[in-house]
């Protein structure tokens, strides 16, 4: 009798406990909380309720995991303390109007696959150690008012899928480290102050599909075989300062996915380098980039 008592209180205990944190990470969400305005949100949270209940916050093993808040109307902040969510797998805060800067604790969660800011209000430069995320395959921080240069450690993360970056501020050039990143799909740096020339290594770049560069002072000859790459389907390249060919070349392009130009340059690419698979349209959009 005493036994199914004890086993009947573990049994209610559990489910008690059921969706509880520890207090480190309660006060950690409370921190962003505060931190972001959360009276301001759409969607708030009830600080009395338990933490399995707020809104896109996800528990694994009354774990911190993944915090989806996008389109919520955060303002603010990302608090430093956000670096104490050990698990933390996915933070998710695009489209809103957090400020401030992107805090270096971000650089310790090591479990991070997914980091998407874009679509902000952020400033400052992109953390020297963001290459520590290590999992990380997702990292989306377009739209912001980011400035600085790339930093080199962002050519250390060898599973990175996604890369958005365009709509800042950001300078220098692109590392040549980056011709690591083999699983890389998406390269997205319009609208933004990189120069230089495109750096060769980004032909070893087999998997990439999308290709943004517009918009920016990139100069000298452009690495012809990146448009030979297999997967190859959208590249943006006006407005720069490439050398002397001919984007608009019509004879021969029409066998790519989407080539953009800028009209003004005059280039002369080897058209036989370009994948005649390929079912190209010339076209001017300035940026495209999706969530999907």
Do not use: C
Not at 23 to 50: M, R
Not at 158 to 172: F, Y
Not at 178 to 189: A, P, Q, T, V
Not at 219 to 236: A, C, H, R
């Amino acid at each position: 009798m005493r036994k199914s008592i004890f086993m009947l209180f573990m049994v209610l205990s559990g489910q008690f406990l059921s969706g509880q944190v520890s207090d480190l990470e309660k006060n950690v969400l409370i921190d962003l909380y505060n931190s972001a305005e959360g009276d301001n949100w759409i969607k708030k949270w009830d600080l009395n309720t338990p933490v399995s209940t707020w809104e896109g916050v996800t528990l694994e093993n009354n774990k911190v995991v993944s915090i989806s808040l996008m389109n919520n109307n955060l303002r603010g902040s990302v608090p430093n303390t956000i670096g104490e969510l050990k698990n933390l797998k996915v933070l998710n805060l695009a489209l809103n109007n957090i400020g401030g800067k992107i805090p270096e604790s971000i650089t310790e969660l090591k479990k991070m696959v997914v980091l998407r800011l874009g679509k902000n209000k952020l400033t400052g430069t992109i953390p020297q150690n963001i290459g520590d995320l290590e999992k990380l395959l997702v990292l989306d921080l377009f739209h912001n008012d980011l400035s600085g240069e790339l930093p080199q450690s962002l050519g250390g993360i060898k599973n990175l899928r996604v890369i958005l970056l365009s709509h800042n501020g950001l300078s220098g050039s692109i590392p040549l480290t980056f011709g690591n990143l083999k699983y890389l799909e998406r390269l997205e740096l319009g609208d933004n102050n990189f120069g230089g020339v495109v750096p060769d290594s980004l032909e070893n770049l087999t998997n990439l599909k999308m290709l943004v560069l517009a918009e920016n002072q990139f100069k000298g000859e452009f690495p012809e075989d990146i448009l030979s790459l297999p997967n190859l389907k959208l590249v943006q390249l006006q407005n720069n300062r490439f050398g002397k060919s001919d984007f608009g070349n019509d004879e021969g392009i029409g066998n790519f996915a989407l080539f953009d130009y800028d009209g003004s340059n005059h280039r002369n690419f080897d058209i036989e380098k370009i994948n005649s698979n390929k079912d190209v349209r010339t076209a001017d959009t300035r940026f495209e980039d999706s969530f999907n």
